[in-house]
């Protein structure tokens, strides 16, 4: 049947593909992310049990939240590599975040093996893509959240707790800083998608 006002319909669904690349290119994506991170570490702050449970559930729920954020994100990514690197951050996130769901009441030093483990390597694979994605607007903010999620696996990794509270502490405080790094690098994203395209050259 023909299509109102003698239009034709030979738009076809639309390409996964591209609706992700999409969604995980816009700032609104990241910035729900952002605010996740913030969340979980304000949580985790509030409640630092003097057992692991709480927070471990919450950690973990929040690696799964951020694993599907870096698989969506890798979408937008149209480097090969820099695609396949997000999408084995996301891999690592999802592993980390089952193993802190599976063993809740776990120690402190499986707990801080598995978080700073997580950070460490997601950095390291971060900073690379922002590295090899030349083109990617504000790599500076990339570089930047990159670096702080070594610098908190290097310090958990380095100087294990003992105190179930304190590595609350620890983990809220690091959460806290990502969390408000990835908003900052949000707004930034916002503000390059809102800059008005340059003018064509005069007539």
């Known amino acids: 049947m023909n299509a109102p006002y003698g239009h034709a319909t030979t738009q076809g669904p639309a390409d996964p593909d591209e609706v992700l690349g999409k969604l995980g290119a816009s ?14 570490g304000v949580i985790v702050l509030v409640r630092p049990d003097e057992t692991l449970h709480v927070p471990a559930v919450v950690i973990g729920l929040y690696l799964l939240l951020a694993g599907v954020f870096r698989f969506v994100t890798a979408f937008s990514r149209r480097d090969g590599g820099g695609r396949v690197t997000a999408v084995i951050v996301a891999v690592v996130a999802v592993l980390a975040g089952v193993l802190c769901l599976r063993h809740p009441l776990q120690t402190t030093a499986v707990l801080s093996l598995v ?13 690379f893509i922002a590295i090899v994605g030349r083109d ?13 999620g070594v610098v908190a696996g290097i310090v958990v990794l380095a100087f294990p707790v003992q105190s179930a509270v304190a590595l609350a502490r620890l983990v809220g405080l690091w959460l806290v ?4 790094a990835e908003a900052a690098a949000a707004l930034a994203l916002r503000s390059l998608a809102k800059r008005p395209a340059p003018a064509g050259p005069p007539r």
Request: charged share 0%; hydrophobic share 65%.
């Open 136 to 148: 990617m607007p504000h790599r500076g903010m990339a570089f930047a959240v990159a670096a702080l």
């Open 27 to 40: 700032w609104g994506w990241s910035l729900g992310f952002a605010l996740g991170t913030l969340v979980t």
């Open 177 to 180: 800083l990502l969390g408000l």
């Open 115 to 127: 978080l700073g483990a997580y950070w460490l390597v997601s950095g390291l694979l971060v900073g």
